[in-house]
């Protein structure tokens, strides 16, 4: 009777090892379990496909194992061990989609060949902390489970309840599940190319639609579940190839904007800019704004992680006094997104550079073997500029030894090894303020000393009547926010103490050196004017701050939906600054006056400072193809987050994953809009599939429309 009994727990332990493990992926697709995710509308088929494939997969695995394992003792152990294994799994993907908000692929391990120095430590405590503080201990239910049914069953009685199947049943229930799998596949394809058939999204499509194991298991085994875009596209010639691309292309003299109506052109006048632009008579060109900034040096500034909110939000905004001071003397892009993808601050480097959108799913740095891309840095090259790359990050960081010179064609990159050539010593840091000697020490060159070295190099080179452009990128804040050389002060703002997460407590302490690192472009630690003479300084975030955790809604004080926080979160800060002769006073120092003022309120992103920069400084791009609009234009247009596919517009932010998914709630979007997107999004990802695409689109648009 005994036996009989510890048989029932052994078949209850079985089931119960399919069930929880099946119920476990759901803390990977459903947004109620995982705030960090970025969902596909749920349906009945795809659930129904997901449920057999995370099962058949388990089925697999227990067919096989149980074919070895015939006592029943050592099943159970083996289960248990395998549970928690997967359960390890789980909480490592949901600890991926904290950083990425979208289903973890293989295209995303380029990610690991960045060096980790400086980042791996907080970012483990991080990961370990998200156990307790958003109850992801929770993925281990699973194995707890099964260990307390083991550890309360008979373990001696057990030994003796012995299996001994014949091997036919075995092969038949293993190729009946290979088979299902096969029909399972076959059945998340025609979903994907119906749903949104976008290389980007395939990983979060394919663990709802398809299951979390067996598209895992595929990805391991090399099965990409790509589309082929071309045959999709259903582009069969260099003609089709020349006409899909020439219908978003923006150099044409005269060409009709998708969201309006209106014609626009690749020449802007000062009828079609912002109402708010004023250009002052030193360097306006009549009533053309077209090449208003030609022959002028730009130092093209990369800030990290930096949030429009601590603009908006009434404690950090009055930490930005430089930052408020700087911006009333430029012209302010205050409806500005990113365009990101899985390379992050190196997709933005993509974006800002080359016009181009990165795929989303994987990073084109470490991939850009034979690649051959129109960049700024190419064109202001070809005006004889000299061109540098600063970074206070190590050379092999995102590949930048290689891409810099190879694919983006800098002449020279200055990186963390020749700082310290040069005599920096990363263990003393960097000593900001002489004065007080206050010191700024982190694994990365400071910013004080990157801005203070963009002023050093430019003056030299401007002493020497070199032209040039300096491509400066700041290294700090970075997520999980450590090496503020202020620290972390609970005093600076009391009101969201206890009430907020120190991980986003530390991002609102980094408002002051943010301001401070801005000065230091401007004014050396004495106040005194390092601003460089000719010199257009363009400023623009890489991407936001990634905080997920619900403490938005404290700071702008309201319960914010999901789509709100989203869109908040791809909000980031970018401006134009062209310093004149004159100065405005300040007290403690002064600045130089701006020649460019004025605000954009329309919806811009990284792209579209590309464009801006070709047309404002009048660069030789001939007939090749760009696809942004100008930064100071009254055009409209959209601007897309290339890793989790939503879409920002004048009038709506909403998901492309899920359209019923929108902010402001229930706002309708037509379908019109979505297909237009989805198809330039396909031909973006169509443009940069292989090294010489661009080249090939260019020269067919020249060919049958020059």
Do not use: C
Not at 218 to 247: K, R, S, T, Y
Not at 412 to 426: K, P, R, S, T
Not at 646 to 663: A, E, I
Not at 684 to 690: E, F, G, R, T, Y
């Amino acid at each position: 009777m005994k036996n009989k009994n510890q048989s029932q727990i052994y078949f209850f332990y079985v089931v119960a090892f399919f069930i929880l493990n099946i119920l476990n992926t759901y803390m990977l697709t459903v947004q109620g379990l995982n705030r960090y995710i970025a969902p596909f509308k749920h349906t009945f088929q795809g659930e129904i496909n997901a449920i057999i494939g995370n099962f058949v997969v388990l089925l697999l695995i227990v067919l096989v194992a149980f074919f070895i394992i015939r006592k029943a003792k050592k099943r159970m152990v083996f289960l248990l061990l395998i549970t928690l294994f997967l359960n390890v799994f789980i909480y490592a993907l949901s600890i991926f989609n904290l950083y990425f908000g979208t289903a973890f692929s293989m295209t995303a391990i380029s990610l690991m060949n960045n060096p980790s120095d400086g980042f791996a430590g907080g970012t483990l405590v991080q990961a370990l902390l998200e156990l307790f503080t958003y109850w992801r201990i929770a993925v281990f239910l699973p194995s707890i489970t099964l260990l307390t049914i083991y550890l309360f069953s008979n373990r001696k009685e057990m030994k003796n309840i012995y299996f001994n199947a014949p091997i036919k049943q075995y092969l038949i229930g293993f190729f009946t599940s290979i088979l299902i799998i096969f029909v399972s596949v076959f059945s998340f394809y025609q979903q994907y190319k119906n749903a949104l058939p976008i290389n980007a999204v395939k990983s979060t499509f394919a663990v709802q639609n398809l299951g979390v194991y067996p598209y895992y298991i595929g990805e391991f085994f090399g099965q990409p579940f790509d589309i082929n875009l071309q045959v999709f596209l259903d582009l069969e010639d260099e003609e089709d190839l020349a006409a899909a691309f020439q219908e978003y292309n923006k150099n044409q003299t005269a060409y009709v904007n998708f969201f309006d109506g209106n014609i626009y052109s690749n020449r802007l006048t000062t009828d079609q800019a912002a109402s708010s632009l004023f250009v002052d008579d030193s360097i306006k060109n009549g009533n053309d704004l077209q090449g208003i900034l030609e022959g002028r040096n730009i130092v093209l500034v990369h800030i990290e992680s930096m949030n429009h909110f601590l603009l908006e939000n009434e404690y950090t905004n009055e930490r930005l006094v430089f930052y408020n001071q700087i911006l009333s003397q430029s012209f302010a892009f205050n409806n500005f997104y990113n365009n990101v993808g899985m390379g992050v601050s190196s997709d933005a480097e993509l974006a800002v550079l080359t016009g181009l959108y990165p795929t989303g799913d994987s990073t084109l740095y470490w991939e850009h073997a034979e690649y051959d891309l129109n960049s700024l840095v190419g064109y202001f090259n070809q005006e004889g500029y000299y061109t540098e790359a600063i970074h206070g990050d190590k050379k092999t960081f995102y590949n930048r030894d290689i891409v810099y010179p190879e694919l983006l064609g800098f002449d020279e990159f200055y990186a963390l090894e020749d700082f310290v050539d040069d005599g920096y010593n990363i263990e003393e840091g960097f000593v900001y303020d002489t004065a007080n000697q206050l010191t700024h020490i982190s694994p990365w060159t400071s910013d004080y000393l990157l801005a203070d070295t963009v002023s050093n190099f430019g003056s030299s080179l401007s002493a020497m009547n070199r032209s040039f452009m300096f491509f400066p990128i700041t290294m700090m804040p970075h997520t999980p926010f450590e090496f503020d050389p202020n620290g972390v002060r609970e005093d600076i703002y009391p009101q969201y103490v206890d009430l907020i997460q120190e991980l986003t407590l530390r991002y609102l302490n980094y408002a002051d050196y943010y301001d401070d690192t801005m000065k230091r472009f401007f004014l050396d630690e004495y106040n005194q004017d390092q601003t460089l003479d000719n010199t257009v300084y363009v400023f623009y975030s890489d991407h936001g701050s990634g905080l997920k955790n619900g403490d938005l809604s404290i700071l702008f004080d309201k319960d914010l939906d999901i789509m709100e926080e989203r869109m908040i979160l791809q909000q980031i800060v970018s401006f134009i600054y062209v310093p004149g002769d004159e100065y405005v006073d300040y007290g403690d120092y002064q600045i130089r006056k701006g020649l460019l003022t004025g605000e954009q309120d329309l919806v811009r992103s990284e792209v579209d400072l590309y464009r801006t920069i070709i047309e404002l400084f009048n660069l030789p791009v001939g007939s090749d193809a760009y696809y942004g609009v100008n930064g100071l234009s009254t055009e409209p247009t959209f601007a897309l987050d290339n890793r989790l596919m939503d879409v920002v517009t004048d009038g709506v932010f909403y998901s492309m994953r899920n359209r019923v998914k929108t902010y402001p709630e229930n706002v309708y979007f037509e379908d019109e809009m979505y297909d237009y997107i989805v198809r330039f999004k396909l031909l973006s990802d169509l443009m940069i599939s292989q090294g010489n695409m661009q080249n090939q689109i260019d020269e067919a648009i020249l060919e049958y429309y020059g």
